[in-house]
């Protein structure tokens, strides 16, 4: 199938897709918006998945495909002309390949039946083992407490390599790393001590950037790492290490490439090659300090009368040319052949030989060399012949004994390197994986070494495990003569992700680590955080870990947060946030909110500008639950701080962010309903990432009331953040009112802010309270510049200000309702008292908005209800006191209370206010 073009119409992703062998498409016969189309009378549609895809086309616009049913005639398969993609089911592929008995991959089930058998949870490490070593490694343990790993570390590193050591069970560990514990420090530590015991080690993660994170993280630490050789004198090599998968997916950087598989292949291929590698290198090295005088007499010839160059230039260029190439070889095998493909005298070599190119090209550079020096020192001039009878000089010496020693060294690489030469792509390929020391790949990707001739494995790692579908582990746990196995993860965070409800019900997303925390196996618990401010981590520590987890002494330190002291706000925030909407795009599920969006942005240019300040460097991660909450943000921010070096700014969902930290986290709920309803939000395990991503400032923004009212952990999340004092309300500040407003208007969502809470009411002198009638009244309104004048003169009146203009003349009025006019609407409010901590204080109430012809009607409701309300309490509606122009409310601090409604009239004055609540339009 050829396709001339893709349309990325998945979203604000604007990655181009290529196609990967297991993609599930849709052929059909016109393009359609949604599943319904499909259906359409005349279109024609099948399934069809993607069996393999051309390698020469860089697009991936070429592929072959497998497809549901018969369309063999050319006039149905000419009517395809659209491909809708839907889905990879590779791993799904892989999986079920791995549950049935495939004579085509291991049949290894030793590891799965311990792990079957309920006699063996319990066991640590057999008796024979203990006995025979005591239990313990002392010279390893101790580089261990050399490279800083905290007690917790070293005892989950020390059990392991207590039980790899067993050759008479197969054990399973857990390793449980809460956020910020050093889980991945602690992998790779576990790694390094795995690869000096000889053990041949696979990792695994569920996901291409938990393999890269782990497989830079002992990268990072090799340094760390080295300062133990092994019993050769050598550091260990690079070449040891491989890491294979999808290059584009896994986004593979500079600092990984010497590991990766595809571009190790590549380097070797080269040095493997019959005409330009390692034995053609060094063969061209000896034959030029062999035979560079008859080389330089065969350009003599060939130049004829013309001016030649001179027998030095000659050398050093002839020199640098062979000398480029074989460094290059040479430095490459150095760097990519695993330590057992290189005996430990070809290194010590290769070594010896670098140093001594590199003075050999230095001497050539002596400003003191002269042609005939030189060729002395190459054994080109006899003495007798030469028209000067010197003494040869030091620099000749040395060139002389520098050039033998490098041919003597040429000569003692050539025998000792024992490699191939003329190999094609996949035997290296095969060759890298056969000999490396530790693997790194996905879970899935592990299928892959079921088809390769590989050395047994002793141990299989899988990071992030919690994450692991128990069916999917089964494809690593199934290689070759597999011993160990060791799961670290945290099943208080994210599970696998499982979109069908059904298989979720079925518990296919349920992970081994997981199933064996339920069945209380032994778990080796890094209790040591070093991520979160004290702040941050109190309460998910509360919550989720039982108060098990203590924090580190960097952040303990009264440094740690320094330089983060000119922000708004302090390191841990719940900024409440009401007159939001949440609202779903288009026919999608996901939710998002617009002012939380505004919001969001807002703090991201405030932390900006503290920033520029202080020029040192920041991350700032924004992340929510739902992706069209990441979208919205993520176009609105564009790329305004992409140009900042040393600003970083980053948009995610929650999922995405697992793993992941950040200076700075802003997290948008999103949800806001008077109904309490958060959506999965409620899940604990995702909560949980979301609140422990910061490392020293956690602003979460979201509508307080609907948090609490969910009765989830959320609600436990703000009574907390109350108590600590850490709940800002967006209505106190300017900025963030003025900015809800502007927002507000934009949506043309006014009635959102007609909540006394709300921001545009939270600064007034006066609290204004609205009536259902008067909502009902505003949202009728068409004309949305009728809407702003309405909420514009509401303001105004919370702000004092009263029009001059007397009410309409009403029969009746006893001036207590006041009726001002807008436009050719009438609206009707008053004065009234209400008591708040032991004070009453006066405030507006808004009773409708209506035409003239209605207001009569309500007005005699209004009077009605006002008869009866006692003396005392009129009075104190009818006071008023004035600051310039403005009318500002009276507050009363009095011992006894202020009685609102006559003697036996609270009955009446109830049905009377409903009756007034109950006033419409007509």
């Known amino acids: 199938m050829d396709v001339d073009f893709w349309d990325n119409g998945a979203g604000f992703s604007t990655e181009a897709y290529t196609a990967r062998s297991g993609d599930i498409f849709i052929l059909s016969s016109s393009k359609p918006e949604s599943a319904e189309d499909l259906n359409r009378y005349g279109v024609t549609y099948c399934l069809a998945m993607v069996t393999e895809v051309s390698l020469d086309d860089e697009y991936h616009k070429c592929f072959r495909v497998k497809v549901a049913k018969d369309i063999g005639l050319e006039e149905e398969l000419s009517k395809l002309r659209h491909a809708i993609f839907l889905s990879n089911i590779m791993t799904s592929i892989r999986i079920w390949k791995a549950l049935s008995y495939d004579t085509h991959m291991n049949n290894n089930f030793t590891v799965i039946k311990s792990l079957l058998a309920p006699t063996n949870l319990g ?12 239990g313990c490694l002392p010279s390893l343990t101790e580089q261990l407490l050399s490279i800083k790993l905290n007690q917790s570390q070293v005892d989950a590193i020390e059990s392991v390599m207590s039980a790899v050591r067993c050759r008479h069970m197969n054990l399973l560990k857990l390793i449980w790393g809460p956020p910020g514990t050093g889980k991945t420090k602690t992998v790779s530590a576990l790694l390094w001590a795995l690869a000096c ?23 990072q630490n090799l340094k760390d790492f080295n300062q133990h050789i092994d019993e050769n004198g050598l550091p260990f090599s690079l070449g040891d290490v491989v890491l ?4 584009q997916r896994m986004d593979i950087t500079e600092d990984l490439q010497e590991v990766f598989l595809d571009f190790r292949v590549d380097e070797l291929l080269e040095c493997f090659s019959s005409l330009s590698g390692w034995n053609y290198r060094i063969a061209s090295m000896v034959s030029f300090f062999d035979d560079c005088a008859s080389r330089y007499d065969m350009l003599l010839e060939d130049a004829g009368n013309s001016d030649p160059v001179s027998f030095l230039d000659f050398i050093k260029k002839q020199f640098d040319v062979a000398a480029v190439a074989l460094k290059r070889c040479i430095v490459n095998l150095l760097v990519h052949l695993p330590r057992r493909c290189l005996s430990h005298d070809s290194v010590i070599i290769i070594s010896t030989l670098l140093n001594m190119l590199e003075n050999f090209g230095g001497l050539l550079c002596d400003a003191h060399l002269t042609d005939e020096g030189l060729k002395r020192a190459l054994g080109c001039l006899s003495t007798e012949n030469s028209v000067c009878a010197r003494p040869i000089s030091s620099i000749e010496k040395e060139l002389d004994g520098a050039r033998s020693a490098c041919l003597k060294l040429l000569k003692d690489l050539q025998h000792s390197l024992n490699l191939p030469t003329g190999v094609d792509k996949n035997w290296v390929q095969s060759y890298c994986i056969r000999n490396a020391t530790l693997l790194f790949c996905t ?6 070494l079921h088809h390769m001739k590989i050395a047994p494995l002793d141990v299989l790692i899988v990071d992030e495990a919690a994450q692991v579908r128990e069916c999917e582990l089964v494809i690593p746990l ?18 696998a992700m499982v979109k069908s409800k059904v298989c979720k019900e079925a518990g296919f997303g349920t992970s081994l680590f997981g199933r064996l925390v339920t069945l209380k196996f032994g778990k080796h618990l890094l209790n040591i955080q070093y991520r979160m401010n004290p702040c941050i981590s109190l309460f998910p520590n509360a919550q989720f870990y039982e108060r098990k987890i203590l924090d580190g002494t960097n952040v303990l330190s009264p440094s740690y947060n320094k330089d983060y002291r000119g922000l708004p706000f302090g390191s841990y925030t719940l900024i409440n946030v009401t007159d939001g909407r949440e609202d779903k795009e288009g026919t999608g599920n996901s939710r998002r909110n617009m002012v939380e969006v505004a919001v969001v942005l807002h703090l991201i240019q405030t932390i900006f500008k503290c920033w520029k300040s202080t020029g040192k460097a920041l991350s700032v991660g924004v992340v929510s639950p739902y992706s069209s909450q990441v979208d919205a943000i993520n176009v609105r921010l564009g790329k305004k701080y992409d140009t900042c070096d040393g600003f970083h700014v980053r948009v995610k969902s929650i999922d995405g962010f697992q793993g992941e930290e950040d200076d700075i986290i802003i997290l948008s709920t999103v949800r806001s309903n008077g109904n309490g309803v958060v959506g999965f939000l409620a899940d604990n395990q995702r909560t949980n990432v979301a609140l422990t991503r910061a490392k020293h400032c956690l602003w979460i923004v979201g509508n307080a009331h609907t948090l609490y009212k969910s009765g989830t952990v959320w609600a436990d999340l703000v009574s907390d953040a109350q108590r600590r004092k ?3 309300n967006a209505t106190n500040d300017a900025a963030l009112c003025k900015l809800v407003l502007q927002v507000k208007k934009e949506l043309d969502e006014l009635e959102d802010l007609l909540n006394a809470d709300s921001a545009v009411f939270s600064n007034t002198r006066w609290k204004v309270i609205v009536s259902d009638e008067f909502r009902k009244s505003f949202t009728k309104l068409k004309s949305s510049q009728l809407r702003r004048e309405v909420l514009q003169k509401l303001i105004k009146l919370g702000d004092g200000w009263r029009t001059t203009v007397r009410n309409l003349d009403i029969p009746g009025v006893s001036h207590l309702a006041k009726v001002y006019k807008i436009r050719d609407l009438c609206l009707i409010w008053s004065t009234d008292v209400e008591k708040n901590e032991g004070r009453y204080i006066q405030m507006i109430r808004i009773w409708d908005l209506l035409s003239q012809q209605h207001v009569a009607r309500t007005i005699q409701r209004l009077e009605n209800l006002f008869s009866m309300y006692t003396d005392d309490y009129m009075d104190h509606c009818r006071r008023v006191q004035t600051l310039g122009k403005l009318e500002v409310p009276i507050i009363w601090d009095v011992e006894h209370d202020i009685i609102r409604y006559k003697k036996d009239c609270r009955v009446d004055a109830q049905e009377e206010l409903d009756l007034v609540d109950t006033c419409g339009w007509f």
Request: positive net charge.
């Open 123 to 134: 066991e640590d490490v057999c008796g024979i083992c203990i006995e025979q070593d005591g």
């Open 197 to 219: 015991m000889k053990c041949r080690t696979l990792t695994c993660a569920p996901t291409n950037v938990a393999v890269v994170g782990v497989c830079t993280r002992f990268l």
């Open 244 to 247: 294979f998968g999808n290059k």
């Open 443 to 448: 879970t899935s990707s592990s299928y892959r």
């Open 478 to 495: 199934r290689l070759h003569w597999l011993k160990h196995v060791v799961l670290v993860g945290d099943d208080c965070q994210l599970s």
């Open 726 to 728: 850490c709940v800002f």
